[in-house]
């Protein structure tokens, strides 16, 4: 049994499937193509162990070996996750591994303590938002290349930064990618979000406005999808062709979420 149900017109699905053929991969090619169609799929309360979490992202991609064998815990609290100081910034708008040559394929969580207030996840479609931009727009974003660093994200959650916290963010890495990303399957998406540094070889002034733009464009909401969140869901995201975040909670919230990332397939081009 598989069926996708749409959970709007351009951005979300909702997944019912078999368990354990989903867990051991019976479905995996199915999702890898409504994961580029939908942006986001989501399996409620499905309860996936740390185990079947693994097992189930092996089979539609390479699981990056971070935290426990490839789940990670992402948490606002520092003993229970040790880089809790870097999950601030994913309350604005992002790509995970937009500092990387090969951003992060996909993205997934468990949730496993909600936020007393707040918390939801939200992912916009930014294939559908490029699509939709204007013939001339897309003709004049062409070419455009932005620079793309943690600096940029962390100065939204410390906008005073010391410059030994410059100096640290430094150390990661950044990277130059083009604005507009033309994928090898032949579609084009927006490449945006908190890690823009700037647009290469235009004024500030014209490149932040053009930033600030094209967020506002791209999380409109018709490309939205808004994840409430209930202990257990499961949600998968495509993070090639889309943005998200977190809504804003507490920050002394338990709130927890099981994580696991497919490792990038392919270079920014
Ligand atoms: C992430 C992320 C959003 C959330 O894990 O990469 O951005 O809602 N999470 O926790
Ligand atoms: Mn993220």
Redesign the pocket.
């Known amino acids: 049994m598989f069926k996708a149900i749409d959970l709007s017109p351009r951005v979300g699905s909702e997944i019912l499937a078999d368990r354990s053929a989903l867990i051991e991969g019976g479905y995996s090619r199915k999702i890898e193509k409504l994961l580029v169609e939908r942006s986001a799929l989501v399996f409620r309360e499905l309860f996936l162990t740390d185990e079947e979490q693994r097992r189930f992202a092996s089979t539609i991609g390479e699981v990056v070996p971070l935290g426990e064998d490839g789940v990670s815990k ?1 948490s606002l609290d520092p003993m229970v996750s040790d880089t809790a100081d870097y999950t601030r910034g ?1 309350f604005f708008w ?1 790509i ?1 591994g937009a500092n990387d040559r090969v951003p992060a394929k996909a ?1 997934m ?1 468990t949730a496993k303590v909600l936020a007393d207030g707040g ?3 939200l992912i916009c479609n930014t294939y559908a938002a490029y699509g939709d931009l204007p013939e001339g727009e897309k003709k004049a974003l062409q070419g455009l290349k932005v620079r793309h660093a943690l600096e940029a994200s962390q100065r939204l959650v410390h906008p005073q930064p010391t410059a030994a916290q410059l100096t640290r963010w430094r150390t990661r890495p950044s990277q130059t990618h083009p604005l507009v990303w033309h994928h090898q399957h032949g579609g084009a998406s927006l490449l945006l979000g908190a890690t823009c540094l700037y647009v290469h070889d235009v004024s500030p002034e014209d490149s932040s406005m053009l930033l600030c733009r094209l967020h506002d464009w791209a999380t409109q909401e018709p490309y939205v999808y808004r994840h409430k969140w209930k202990v257990g869901d499961f949600l998968l995201w495509d993070n090639t062709g889309t943005m ?3 809504d804003t909670y507490a920050l002394d919230s338990k709130r927890l ?1 099981h ?1 696991t990332t497919l490792q990038g397939e392919e270079a920014v081009a």
Do not use: S, V
Request: net charge neutral.
């Open positions: 992402i994913a992002h995970d993205t969580l918390g939801d996840t998200h975040r977190a979420m994580r």
